[in-house]
């Protein structure tokens, strides 16, 4: 789909950055279905401002610098596969703590960076508790999102996906190479970071630089396929290594020929010498 060119992942949301590069590439854009937030409270802590909760932004200001905490609770409303996600500004959330309502708590670490937490499969109905306790005790703000997976959505997609991929023949760092029958004309696009060093050959023959394409910001490489049949080939040079290489080289050549000079003499500096007589 030639809409992949238009993702991009400069949202908070990383359920909304997935499901736009999965919409984008297959037409299918209902991947994920949020969960219903249905209680925010504090213990030393204040969240009432639930004006930007459509964009999973919660402001909170901390009027008791030890054992403050805030709680989340959120609903189920489309049975799947459950995800939360959370990112606080001041990194003060060293963890989180999840019960289910089942009973099941789960904890997970996110002082260093946010992480998405798989919760296994959950009904329509059930209910995720969130406990978040603030260590520094610090006023600021957090990203949290809840979703289950559409598993019907994501098995169509999965499909289409699977049948237009590049059956991959060799693969190593600075080279791959592949087939693939592509269904339409569009972007054969990959999971390779964007980088101008990437060389793309289709059928043997090199792809001009407008068909290589840089997807979401210059964060995964792309070329544009025709319809058929095609060898595919990901070559990877360095840019500057050529140049780089050549200097080298010329650097080196030149060196050995002064040496050579010098130990043949070429440089040796021998003036004759006079010697003015005087008379006595």
Known sequence: NNEITEWSHDNPNPFEVQSSLFGNSTGIHTVF??????????????????????????????????????????????????????????????????????????????????????????????????????????????????????????????????????????????EIEGTINASADGVLYTSINYDTGWSVYIDGEKASKADIVSIGNDALLGVNITAGEHTVEFKYVPEGLVLGALISITTLCLMILLCIMFKTGYFEFNPQIYVEELDE
């Open 33 to 174: 279905n949020d969960m219903e937030l249905t209680s925010v409270s504090g213990n030393g802590a204040n969240c009432n401002d639930l004006s930007y909760e459509e964009d999973g932004y919660y402001p909170y200001t901390v009027s008791e610098k030890l054992g403050a905490s805030l709680s989340f609770e959120y609903t189920v409303k489309e049975s799947g596969n459950a995800y939360i996600y959370l990112k606080s500004s001041v990194n003060d959330i060293d963890s989180i703590t999840v019960t289910l309502t089942d009973g099941t708590v789960v904890s997970q670490s996110v002082d260093t960076k946010p992480h998405i937490l798989d919760l296994g499969h959950l009904d329509a109905g059930e209910t995720v508790q969130i406990y978040a306790p603030l260590d520094e005790g610090k006023d600021g703000y957090l990203y949290l999102f809840g979703v289950t997976l559409d598993n019907e959505s994501f098995q169509k997609g999965y499909e289409i996906l699977k049948s237009d991929s590049l059956n991959v023949s060799k693969f190593d760092e600075t």
